[in-house]
Nanobody, 125 residues
Framework: QVQLVESGGGLVQAGGSLRLSCAASGSIFSINTMGWYRQAPGKQRELVAVISSGGRTNYVESVKGRFTISRDNAKNTMYLQMNSLKPEDTGVYYC???????????????????WGQGTQVTVSS
């Protein structure tokens, strides 16, 4: 059973930094796109940043220049370095990933999608 486990959330003052990690476990042939999403209280979940298997990245405008997404394919782990945090960054952060469980799935481009359980990030003013 493939699982995604996030860690690294917490309480930080505005202007501070946090580093989130998302580790994938289980039998996996390869991981395709990975991404971080967040959900603030009373709001819809939004995409924060994504990274392709080749390392191409994309960010929501509000975090550009402050957040950096990266991944270590050897460790099946993704990171989100968050600097210059603002109160509006508060929310539950979820990792998301597309997997190819088997080589046959890769050949036929049939990934499966998984979500992590979420980690709380709270930025105080």
């Amino acid at each position: 059973q493939v699982q995604l486990v996030e860690s690294g959330g917490g309480l930080v003052q505005a202007g501070g930094s946090l580093r989130l990690s998302c580790a994938a476990s289980g039998s996996i042939f390869s991981i395709n796109t990975m991404g971080w999403y967040r959900q603030a209280p009373g709001k819809q979940r939004e995409l924060v940043a994504v990274i392709s298997s080749g390392g191409r990245t994309n960010y929501v405008e509000s975090v550009k220049g402050r957040f950096t997404i990266s991944r270590d394919n050897a460790k099946n782990t993704m990171y989100l370095q968050m600097n210059s945090l603002k109160p509006e960054d508060t929310g539950v952060y979820y990792c998301n990933a597309e997997f190819f469980l088997y080589y046959s799935d890769y050949l036929t481009q049939r990934p499966v999608e998984k979500w992590g359980q979420g980690t709380q990030v709270t930025v105080s003013s």
